[in-house]
């Protein structure tokens, strides 16, 4: 199609690349590019039976992300601290070298991000992505241990994230078609995660857990990361300079509000109860325990977004965004109606 642009999408597979293709397919004048490491998977395949272009790459492999990103006009970067956790927890040689570098698994998880998010941004630096590419959009995250001076060490996803906007800020060329969105916390997760859903109580009310934090609780960004990621990128890319930093918020809500908010939408009464660091971490996985613990003490203190007034709600941008009481509706909630979870 004359005219044509196309936009590369690092990890097709994943709720926000994914959502990001959902989003492009609406776009006629746009060709999708789907990046992923095993183009034979059924995720990959069910893509391309929507007409998206799968191609291989590894984001440990630079020269394989320069010749997928060969012709974009527009790339849209995530990475996953969370599979390379995995990698490390499931691979005695990599907890070899973790160990001999005095890392544990969580901050050793974050230095394999940080070197893939490097090999993303110089294989965009490549002379020949450079001459067609006008945006690059990155999924980034606060650096919660620089903005706290240090007081909170195990927010690693965030630090490597953090880390790998600051690396691309610093190279002349991708900084100047660099647009970021900070992702807000995954509504997707409440089964995964007990801290993330209500507990029904023996007064049939239902109860959301929140750590005891000193001062006052702000308001937080919920995302709806499945759907909403492709409404952020769509902005970013079509609508704003590059330059332009937004907050993936589907609603920006206290836990309050959330929790009244849901039990409206189910027809039940919801609270949310402070609880100390030893019960809350019975609610988080084993994993991530150090990290949520920091993570909710950190943005209690300084915020989500760590008060960086760069980074623009999804209003300030007109993005209209998928509403909490919707995704509630759309949840098959009836193991936790009815405390079996």
Avoid at 161 to 166: G, V
Avoid at 183 to 191: A, D, F, N
Wanted: hydrophobic share 40%; aromatic share 10%.
């Amino acid at each position: 199609m004359m005219g044509e642009k196309l936009i590369a999408i690092l990890g097709i597979t994943g709720i926000q690349g994914g959502s990001v293709a959902n989003r492009f397919l609406k776009h006629g004048d746009w060709r999708i590019r789907g990046i992923t490491r095993n183009p034979s998977s059924e995720k990959a395949r069910v893509w391309a039976g929507k007409g998206v272009e799968i191609v291989k790459a590894d984001q440990d492999d630079v020269e394989s992300l320069k010749a997928a990103f060969q012709d974009a006009n527009a790339i849209f970067a995530v990475t996953d601290w969370a599979s390379n956790w995995v990698r490390v927890s499931e691979d005695a040689r990599l907890q070899k070298e973790a160990a001999a570098a005095g890392r544990s698994i969580g901050e050793y998880a974050g230095d394999l991000e940080l070197a893939q998010g490097i090999n993303i941004a110089n294989a965009a630096l490549d002379s020949h992505v450079l001459s067609v590419l006008e945006k690059f959009v990155f999924s980034t995250l606060a650096p919660v241990k620089k903005i706290s001076g240090g007081k909170y060490q195990h927010a690693y996803e965030f630090d490597s994230k953090a880390a790998i906007e600051t690396y691309v800020r610093q190279l002349p060329g991708l900084r100047d078609r660099l647009s970021t969105v900070t992702m807000g916390i995954y509504q997707e997760t409440w089964r995964e995660i007990a801290a993330f859903r209500p507990h029904k109580q023996r007064d049939r009310t239902f109860q959301y857990v929140r750590l005891k934090c000193p001062g006052v609780y702000k308001a937080n960004p919920e995302v709806i990361a499945s759907r909403d990621t492709g409404a952020f990128v769509e902005a970013l890319v079509l609508r704003n300079p590059p330059g332009t930093n937004v907050l993936g918020a589907s609603e920006i809500v206290t836990k309050t509000d959330y929790a009244a908010l849901w039990g409206r939408t189910m027809g039940v009464k919801a609270l949310v109860k402070d609880i100390p660091e030893e019960e809350y971490a019975s609610y988080v996985p084993v994993e991530i325990r150090d990290t949520m613990v920091d993570l909710v003490r950190f943005f209690s203190e300084y915020g989500y977004a760590g008060g960086n007034p760069k980074v623009k709600t999804p209003a300030d941008l007109e993005i209209q965004t998928t509403s909490l009481e919707d995704f509630f509706r759309g949840e098959d909630w009836s193991g936790v109606l009815n405390g079996e979870i």
